[in-house]
């Protein structure tokens, strides 16, 4: 019984972990293409993203991520 737990405990992480993973691509968020994305954008394609999730994204703390920022969301 304590082993059955102990595995869908574990695939439930790895279930987490991947959805993290997945984001999707940066053109498909970037809905108006000038290669930044805007928190408006990113909640569109991600609606659970919080505003602390992407402001730590944004490395050089300019109000959008560019690619190299956006790919870090899903590291
Ligand atoms: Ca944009
Ligand atoms: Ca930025």
Known sequence: MKK???????GGMFVAS???AAIPDFA???????????????LAAMPDVTEDAFLSADANGDG????????????
């Open 64 to 75: 959008v991520l560019n690619a190299e920022e956006y790919a870090a969301l899903g590291a």
């Open 4 to 10: 059955t737990l102990t595995v869908l405990a574990l």
């Open 28 to 42: 498909v968020v970037d809905v108006n293409s000038d290669l930044a994305i805007t928190y408006e954008e990113l």
């Open 18 to 20: 991947a959805t993290i």
